[in-house]
């Protein structure tokens, strides 16, 4: 069974509109604090890898669950862009 493209792209805009205003506002110390259930991450780390899955996946780069060498590189890629 395959899912309604429109209604994958609902939910990603659903899903990109709380987290944009989860992380609206958050001050540096904020953007460094370690998530819990992603040991060795901050939220900054957890943000840049979710924009770099959404972009790999619209590239065709994405044929599974990232790699931890995978992950580092997303966050690497992303974790310096200006959140503004």
């Given at each position: ?56 996946w619209v ?5 599974g669950p ?19």
């Amino acid at each position: 069974m395959t899912a309604d493209p429109r209604l994958i792209a609902s939910l990603y805009q659903e899903t990109r509109e709380r987290i944009v205003a989860l992380v609206s506002g958050l001050d540096d110390t904020a953007w460094r604090t370690p998530v819990a259930a992603c040991p060795g991450w901050s939220v900054r780390d957890v943000v840049a890898h979710l924009v770099a899955v959404a972009d790999d996946w619209v590239d065709g780069r994405l044929a599974g669950p990232p790699t931890d060498e995978e992950s580092a590189a997303q966050i690497a890629r992303f974790g310096g862009f200006d959140v503004c």
